[in-house]
């Protein structure tokens, strides 16, 4: 199953953050993060319940959670320069706009935000172009995976508006990268499984620190 | 024009003449009036089921502070450089048990292209910062919330996007023990213990006493409720910022760890 990470990494974004961040690569591609596992958790709840649509609004919401706490800190990093700043202040916009539309859409059935550890990708211009490459294309292939699963129509049309901007994002981060935007005559659909398994891997996805505990204090008083 | 390519051009027109006359016969075949064209039948697009707001920009600037948690032990430096002087050595876990997290306020890279990262440290003397490897800490967190202690009108108010929502009476320390003057961040909050004297919650800041260095756990200044109200406001304790505890009650309701603090 190597070659779907390949495909949707393939300049190793993804693969070197997890590396940098001391995961081997047979965890790496073991994908067995929890933090990952956890965060998708709820999409196949709401499966079983029998509300299919809400399932794949869950998965497709947890990565617009990632790609707009991505470019939201990268924006706040202020370690960005000329177009590169420019592209992640304006893409960062529209996938909080993305944000917004569907927790307004599930309501109170809205998934969580997961914790995300970017883990310097968002504070340097080259690992912050490469890794935002990869999420757009990995966002791209995810909506086209999850399109055809999709009953009603409204649904439909909602996922296939934003699949072309999203699309749109892999273009112009692709070109700010330097490589080629538009390679394939056809592009592949990605199931929702090697997705999971792409962001579990990069480790991106964490728990939150805990901050509170009942020891008895020990301040000055 | 030569003669091959007028005829060519004349081939071109009838060829392009019957493809409209096929897709005008595609249009209106089936139509029972011959006026109204197929397309105009089909049925509307559905709407979206999405309204996708207009795109914002953050317009949030200085008043989100950004915090972060140690994933590892680390020594914080100087200079964003391995080879700077030690400023002071980060653990893991705070003296209660807590994740130790610091305040960030700068990045830079190295000659290896290595990140790292300027944080406020809760270290003496008080202010102190340093630069850790990026790989040392853990994800980023905001904070939209700053609490402000005044020292001599003895009052706290805590500002959300540079609004007071929050204001209270508070004891601080006496002169022989002061508040440190300064700016620093909450870290923990402790609740459920047994300890009157701390009231019903306390919260643990990165500020430290610079009189009590050798006081249980490094001396570090909390923000807690009390069992002796009536002492407040004034100065009153061995450093922390003493509230009554209904205040402290409802300021936790609104701060978290990572939130600024400012002792002036």
Known sequence: ?221 | MTRRTAASAAGLGVVAGCAVAGLGGLLLAGDDSQATPRHAVLPASPRPALTVPPPTGLGDGARVAVWTSVLRSTTARARPSGDARPVARLARRTPEGTANIVLVSGRASDARRRVWVRVRLPALPNGTSGWVPRRALGAYQTSRTHLVVDRRALTATLLRDGQPVFHADVGIGRARWPTPRGRFYVRNRLTRYRSPAYGPLAFGTSARSERLTDWPAGGFVGIHGTDQPGLLPGRVSHGCIRMRNGDIVRLSRLIKAGTPLTIR
């Open chain 1, 1 to 221: 199953m190597d070659f779907l990470l390949d495909d949707l990494d393939a300049d190793g974004a993804l693969r070197e953050a997890g590396e940098n961040a001391g995961i081997s690569r047979a965890t790496f591609l073991g994908g067995t993060i929890a933090g990952a596992v956890a965060a998708f958790a709820i999409a196949p709840t709401a499966e079983a319940a029998g509300n299919n649509d809400v399932a794949v609004l869950n998965f497709a919401l947890v990565l617009e959670y990632m790609q707009s706490s991505f470019y939201t800190e990268a924006e706040r990093s202020k370690a960005l320069r000329g177009k590169a700043e420019d592209a992640a202040k304006r893409v960062g916009a529209v996938e909080r706009a993305h944000v917004k539309a569907f927790q307004d859409l599930l309501g109170r059935k809205a998934i969580k935000r997961p914790m995300f550890n970017f883990r310097g990708t968002t504070e340097a211009q080259r690992p912050f172009l490469k890794t935002a490459v990869a999420f757009e294309d990995l966002a791209v292939a995810a909506y086209k995976g999850q399109a055809p699963r999709l009953r009603a129509k409204p649904v439909l049309a909602a996922a296939v508006a934003i699949h072309s901007v999203e699309a749109r994002h892999a273009a112009w981060m692709r070109y700010l990268f330097g490589v080629q935007p538009a390679v394939n005559a056809f592009d592949d659909a990605s199931p929702k499984a090697e997705v999971q398994r792409v962001v579990g891997a990069t480790g991106f996805i964490v728990t939150r620190p805990r901050t509170t505990s009942r020891r008895r204090p020990r301040y000055t008083g």
